[in-house]
């Protein structure tokens, strides 16, 4: 099993700046992707960000203010957000696809944070 910590969540005035991160604990052979997720306020969860070894793809809608980035060292994937606007209000969820190493061959997993609130005033 892993367990997956995220902090850095709050409250900010629009153009200001967060950064999140979580921290994957637990039995891991390797980490195949890692990626943030939002839920804004009524609608469905969306992808922000992802990074796949030295790939990142990004929504549109943060393109050019939010930056992923990992330290594999740590098991850790962090969301840089700058320029916040309102309509990135959402709670942030990150996602990591783990390959565990089973008696029958690899495994592959997806595990899911808590989630952290993001709040951007206008």
């Known amino acids: 099993q892993v367990q997956l910590m995220e902090s850095g969540g709050g409250l900010v005035q629009a153009g200001g700046s967060l950064r999140l991160s979580c921290a994957a604990s637990?039995?891991?052979?390797?980490?195949?992707?890692m990626g943030w997720y939002r839920q804004p306020p009524g609608k469905q969860r969306e992808l922000v960000a992802i990074?796949?070894?030295?790939?990142?793809n990004y929504a549109g809608s943060v393109k050019g203010r939010f930056t992923i980035s990992r330290d594999n060292a740590k098991n850790t994937v962090y969301l840089q957000m700058n320029s916040l606007k309102p309509e990135d209000t959402a709670v942030y969820y990150c996602?990591?696809?783990?390959?565990?190493?089973?008696?029958?061959?690899?495994?592959?997993?997806?595990?899911w944070g808590q989630g952290t609130q993001v709040t951007v005033s206008s």
């Open positions: 990074i796949s070894g030295g790939s990142t």
């Open positions: 637990g039995s891991i052979f390797s980490i195949n992707a």
């Open positions: 996602n990591f696809n783990v390959r565990h190493r089973g008696p029958f061959g690899p495994n592959d997993r997806n595990y």
